[in-house]
């Protein structure tokens, strides 16, 4: 109950009650966003950057759109969360509260831009989650292609931009490689072609 109360001042000091809140914990489950487009892990690269300071890059791999690997370089910062490394810890493809409890996600990307329909967002309001085994990023969408907000958990404090300032952009670079049942199935099928082919010319 503590840690909900602090979490609770922390947000009214900041100002951040509203929609760019989505992405904190507020103890109740809201339904799971839909997934669409399984399939084999593409790669995708990503940019984030806010008018606080806070910018960084990094690399995805998804399946479908749910992201199941990947990394954050933060090279600036606002002061709260230390530059450096943070991996993609494992959350969703359902709402998955953090490890600390601050935050709500589910890793989901959007690769056709359209987490909010006609609003443009590669990511959701629970978004991506990195961590460093101190410290927790959470990057979420608001829809809009400058409403992104930037979020982070650690000793430095708890801080999130209330205004929803960042910019995001999403790059497939690879992708997907067809599975080895897919490539067999697709090769023999050829072959049969071929063979009937050359049995008509006979």
Known sequence: MKWRILTLAAVLIL???????AGLYTGVAPESPPIYDLGVDPLYTFTF?????????????????????????????N????????????????YTVSP??????????????????AATSY???????????????NIWGNGGATNYTFGTSGP???WYDGGGTGTFTLTL???????????????LLGMCIAGWSWRRKK
Do not use: C, K, Q
């Not at 690879?174 to 697709?186: F, I, M, R």
């Open 156 to 158: 430095n404090g708890f």
């Open 100 to 117: 600390s409890g601050y935050w709500a996600v589910d890793n989901l990307i959007y690769p056709n831009n359209d987490a909010f329909g």
């Open 173 to 187: 670079v690879a992708s997907p490689v067809p599975e080895p049942a897919s490539v067999a199935v697709w090769s």
């Open 123 to 137: 990511v959701d309001n629970y978004g991506l989650l990195f961590g460093n085994g101190v410290d927790e990023i």
């Open 49 to 77: 950057s806010d008018l606080y300071g806070n910018v960084g890059s990094g690399s995805l791999f998804a399946t479908g759109n749910h992201s199941v690997a990947g990394m954050l370089t933060l090279t600036g910062t």
């Open 15 to 21: 100002g951040g009650v509203g929609r760019v809140s």
């Open 79 to 94: 002061g709260y969360a230390p530059l450096g490394v943070y991996t993609l810890l494992p959350a969703g493809p359902g």
